[in-house]
């Protein structure tokens, strides 16, 4: 059996890492869902919820991958008990990633097909109902969809099939970098406009009377639910990286800079969208349609929009590109370690398959627009997204924690032991309590909850 390969560096493990997490989950979802819920208070209860949830759970996955030097589709079995049936999970992690590229993949698409237009000048000087027009032009057409789509898997796989360190290391650290740089870029503008100084009073001073409106309950589930999914642990693609690594840094210190980073692009996004919105009067709560109605309105109406616009919508396709690039990544570790294929013939195959497998998503904009699982106006992409974002995540995030915390798993004392090897911030033992029951007690709620949102 050939050498496993191994990350080149630290930088590019973090990077890597972090461009896993960071992805339409931070840029997309997280201004919406604060605008949604009032702005400053919700984000600094996000905030609080990252560290209490997203720090352990990430740590525990980031441990089962580097005590097992296997992904996903081997870890568990490699660690568990003998006997046990822990590993049963393997496959479905594996098929959950690619459950999100067959969605992810099509929203990457319409987001460099945005990049190309706006670089083209199709949003200078289009009315609103232009921006309409053009979005749902573009949903039905199932071709103009597919041809995008077909692009961001090539570009993504090819960057896999290069090999790891390579490709998907050094190519990600490009994106990671450039992403930062145009994140800076466009925060500089958005603070330069009129008028937007209301868009971070919003952004960053707590509104109580506005909170107490929305109210607490539903606040506090929005926060807990967006730090839980924002980072994208659950199905293995974070204990990918985990097992390239080595130990001379603990896991505890490494998550907390990769959550780190995470946030920053988070807060950022909304200091790039907020004192826009405020400054052109555009609601701030707007859900999806913000990224690709609300924002080439505003875009339109800036002096230099044209700029402003392509560079918006590369760094969204490089936000998404990290994502699609570190899925592929675990998804071909996983044909590779435990079917023994090569790389080259691993991606392949992949490619056929995700092509075929991205295309019912489009469909369910146009052709297949008559399945409406969730009733009136739902549709394939939420079916898909529901399976991964409300049963895969959380369902995976609670096996991880308990796999770490019980006997008849990998045991608290090895994991905490994984967790702690090399420099940086440690666990304490004394947290033994809160991660093998409040922790599982958390995610099984976030679970329910939304099982119960979406079907009830």
Same mark, same amino acid.
């Given at each position: ?186 925060? *500089?503008? =958005?603070?330069?406009?009129? $008028? ?5 009073? #919003?952004? /960053?001073?707590?509104?109580? %009377? +506005? ?86 309105? *505003?875009? =339109?109406?800036?002096?230099? $929009? ?5 560079? #918006?919508? /590369?760094?969204?396709?490089? %936000? +998404? ?136």
């Amino acid at each position: 059996m050939s050498k496993r390969e191994t990350l080149g560096s630290r930088l590019g493990f973090i990077l890597l890492s972090a461009g896993c997490a960071i992805g339409l989950g931070n840029v997309w979802r997280f201004p919406y869902i604060t605008g949604k819920n009032g702005g400053a208070g919700f984000v600094l209860i996000y905030l609080l919820f990252l560290v209490l949830l997203g720090l352990p759970v990430m740590a525990m996955e980031f441990a089962i991958g580097r005590g097992s030097k296997q992904n996903i589709g081997l870890s568990l079995k490699t660690l568990e008990k003998e006997g046990s049936k822990w590993h049963y999970y393997g496959p479905f992690a594996v098929i959950g990633n690619y459950i999100l590229l067959m969605f992810y993949t099509t929203i990457a698409g319409w987001i460099l097909y945005y990049f190309f237009s706006a670089a083209a000048g199709s949003f200078s000087n289009i009315t609103t109902e232009g921006v309409n027009t053009f979005f749902s032009t573009l949903v039905a057409n199932p071709v103009k969809q597919t041809i995008w789509m077909v692009i961001v898997i090539l570009i993504s796989m090819g960057v896999v099939a290069i090999g790891l360190e390579n490709g998907v290391e050094k190519i990600t650290k490009v994106i990671m970098l450039a992403l930062l740089c145009i994140m800076l870029l466009l925060t *500089i503008h =958005s603070l330069t406009l009129p $008028g937007c100084a209301e868009g971070l009073k #919003f952004y /960053l001073i707590p509104n109580i %009377a +506005a909170m107490k409106e929305i109210g607490i309950s539903t606040i506090l589930y929005e926060a807990l639910g967006q730090a839980f999914f924002t980072l994208s642990i659950g199905i293995g693609s974070m204990a990918i990286f985990g097992s390239y690594i080595d130990d001379k840094q603990s896991l505890g210190g490494e998550s907390a800079r990769i959550i780190a980073l995470d946030t920053f692009v988070a807060i950022t996004s909304g200091l790039i969208i907020f004192p826009a919105c405020f400054s052109y009067d555009v609601p701030v709560g707007q859900g999806p349609s913000l990224l690709f109605i609300t924002l080439p309105n *505003i875009f =339109s109406q800036m002096a230099g $929009g044209r700029i402003w616009s392509a560079l #918006f919508f /590369l760094f969204m396709s490089f %936000a +998404a590109l990290s994502t699609i690039i570190a899925v592929c990544e675990n998804i071909i570790s996983y044909w590779i370690d435990v079917r023994g294929w090569s790389r080259k013939k691993a991606c392949i195959v992949n490619t056929v398959l995700l092509i075929v497998l991205s295309l019912p998503c489009i469909l369910g904009f146009n052709v297949l627009s008559s399945f409406q699982p969730f009733g009136a106006g739902s549709n394939v992409l939420d079916l898909e997204d529901f399976l991964v974002s409300n049963l895969l995540l959380p369902f995976g995030s609670l096996l991880f924690v308990l796999f770490c915390t019980r006997k008849s798993g990998w045991g608290f004392e090895n994991s905490l032991k994984e967790i702690n090897k090399g420099k940086g911030l440690k666990f304490s033992s004394k947290l033994r309590f809160y991660i093998s029951y409040i922790i599982p007690i958390i995610v099984l709620f976030i679970m329910l909850k939304g099982i119960w949102d979406k079907l009830f």
